[in-house]
């Protein structure tokens, strides 16, 4: 069996052994004597996502200390989705996104950016019917391509009229966990033209019907950054292990991570506290 073959038959094989993500230990609380960055909910209509209350989708954004909507060029903009089971909050809820980029703002370990925290389902359907929902490669793909629709073509252009970010792919990323790693690499690695660097924390990896991720061009992706990491206990390793491998033989410059752990927040935090301190260090993004 080829590479490309072993590759589509591991990502077909049902996985057991995630789903609604593990609850989170306690969080560390903001520390008061530094700086804080600011957390704003914004909503939108949608023509795209199918099930929210009279199409009204939300994202939640996280601008940094000192955030100045008149500087330019404008601050880089981090895409962070969510998992499945998870919604618009979970990332600051439960994976404490906010306290983790004070922290590392403040230590000089990260550059000042832009957070946009979208509701990461293209179908609430693909929420309210249950796990069985990840044995179906037609739902599965409905999820991401509409997911895909409603960040393109309505966050982004929201976040870039409300916000001051950066337009350009080189400050421009794209992360997520489980299905928000499925999503994030999914997108991120058909649209290079809009994102230079891209994440997967734990991701859910299955084929998406439109978006064929064993055809890609190292040339035309030019990526930054292509981080993909796993927990060693978590039973999506394998099928992350297959695609990374892919990745290689591709000629892609991915960086692998796996650190000791399940399918769950602790892993996601210390990825995210990992991934984000590489963002955006060769650029002339603006500083608080």
């Not at 990896?205 to 991720?213: A, E, K, N, Y």
């Amino acid at each position: 069996m080829n590479s490309k073959a072993l590759f589509l038959a591991l990502l077909l094989a049902p996985c057991t052994g995630f789903g609604q993500t593990a609850a989170a230990p306690s969080a560390p609380a903001p520390t008061p004597e530094i700086p804080h960055g600011t957390l704003h909910r914004e909503t939108y209509t949608t023509k795209f996502v199918k099930g929210l209350k009279a199409n009204q989708g939300t994202f939640v954004v996280y601008t940094p200390p000192g955030y100045d909507e008149t500087k330019k060029p404008g601050y880089p903009v981090l895409y962070l989705l969510h998992g499945w089971g998870g919604g618009v909050d979970a990332w600051v809820k439960q994976g404490q996104a906010d306290v983790f980029l004070d922290r590392m703002l403040a230590a000089g370990k990260a550059k000042p950016m832009v957070v946009v925290m979208p509701l990461g389902y293209g179908d609430m359907t693909f929420l309210s019917n249950g796990f069985e929902v990840w044995r179906d490669a037609e739902q599965i793909s409905n999820n991401v391509n509409r997911f895909s629709d409603t960040l393109l073509q309505e966050i982004i252009p929201q976040v870039q009229k409300s916000y001051d970010i950066a337009t350009d792919r080189e400050h421009t990323a794209i992360a997520g966990l489980s299905m928000g790693g499925l999503e994030s690499l999914t997108i991120g690695l058909r649209h290079p033209e809009l994102f230079a660097s891209i994440g997967g924390f734990s991701s859910a990896i299955f084929p998406v019907t439109g978006q064929d991720l064993t055809k890609l061009d190292p040339k035309k992706e030019n990526l930054k950054l292509l981080w993909v990491a796993c927990g060693t206990d978590d039973d999506l390793l394998s099928v992350n292990r297959v695609f990374e491998m892919h990745l290689q033989q591709e000629g892609l410059p991915v960086t692998v991570v796996e650190t000791p752990g399940q399918h769950a927040w602790g892993v996601w935090r210390n990825n995210f506290r990992a991934f984000v301190p590489l963002l955006f260090q060769d650029d002339a993004a603006p500083a608080n």
